[in-house]
């Protein structure tokens, strides 16, 4: 198990936390009675808690290591246990099937909160598939993604407040406005990468935010755009649990659509040519590829989603303002590509339905909610920096055909 040395480095830890929170968890002042008060069980229990947890901290350090040793002392063939589910047919279908039918079922067989709780959760799977073509294939860190969100949610708000334009017209308007945004922010941005282009793309999220912020005669500034209708279905009127449901299967469908199409593009030639640009440019450029061209692709088709998936964001809440599209929701959506496994479809899917549905059913610890959400992003990045679904590289094998 453990030895002396072990026990020693676990018990310096638990003194160094014990030191560093004790101004904090120890010393009270009692400003009603001029004292100080002293809790000492307090500091008792860090003690034992750091102790305990640097025991386990090690431990699966120990066996991540393990494995990591395991893996070069391989053939490097061995196939993570989602692939081999995927590749299996007696396996992947009927667990299809099980997934398809509870998703159908689910708005029938729970509340209108929950059903309103898994409709952010599926849009959120959607803005993670779009930046996840932008961040997890091609490797461009876009930190201003939410600009393009805010795109498509002010496309109908606006369009259907001036020339009432109903919301199936306007969700491919949404869409169309989001692959011009995505080039136009494409351009400036071609010869950057890295933290530079983090920078820029950071500022155009803020100035689009911005600009709808200050623009009263334009978007309404602060007070934002209310009775924003809701999806309507051949002129049918529905009542709010009726279109809760309806928004759901709206979402579903739109999630199931996205999916496919993503899965194609990873696997056509944009696709393999966003990951050799994410690979090493230079080596990209040199064969051949244009880097230009599928840089401006890559904006935009990871745009094109946001857009879409604003119209929807618009019609469900009914009421927009610049507050809904601020930094922090780009970061969520980027957790999400980086927590599911970036290039991976299923790590994304995973990854979105862990951000946003954990904090809602944690909310009996609604004050120790981001601590735990912290916690558990440290963890992901560092016992499983892959994410939850790694993505495997694809392999092309040539073989030689018989001379006979």
Known sequence: MFNREEIKKSFLVSLWFMFLTFPIMVIRVNT???RVEWRWDRLLMIGIGSFLLSFVWRYFIKRKEAGIQKADAGDGNETPLVQRILTT??????SLAVIVALAVAFPFISSMYQTNIMTTALIYVMLGLGINIVVGLAGLLDLGYVAFYAVGAYAYALLNYHYQLSFWIVLPIGAALGALFGILLGFPVLRLRGDYLAIVTLG???????VLENWNAFSFG????????????????????EVTIYIYFVMLVLVVFTIFVVN?????RIGRAWIALREDEVACQAMGIDKTRTKLTAFSLGATWAGMVGVVFAAKTTFINPASFTIWESIIILCVVVLGGMGSILGVILGALVLILLPEYLRAFS????????????L???FR????VTNVRRTYKFKAEDAG
Do not use: C, D, W
Request: aromatic share 16%; glycine share 12%.
């Open 385 to 388: 920096p892959g994410g939850i």
């Open 204 to 210: 155009f999220g803020e100035i689009i935010r911005l």
């Open 367 to 378: 004050e120790y909610r981001m601590l735990i959400f912290g916690t558990m992003l440290v």
């Open 222 to 241: 602060p007070s934002g755009i209310a009775n924003i209708p809701r999806p309507g279905f051949f002129g049918f009127k529905f009542s709010l649990p």
């Open 264 to 268: 194609r593009l990873e696997n056509s």
């Open 32 to 34: 009603i009675y001029n």
């Open 89 to 94: 047919p007696k396996i992947y279908y009927p």
């Open 380 to 382: 992901m990045m560092v």
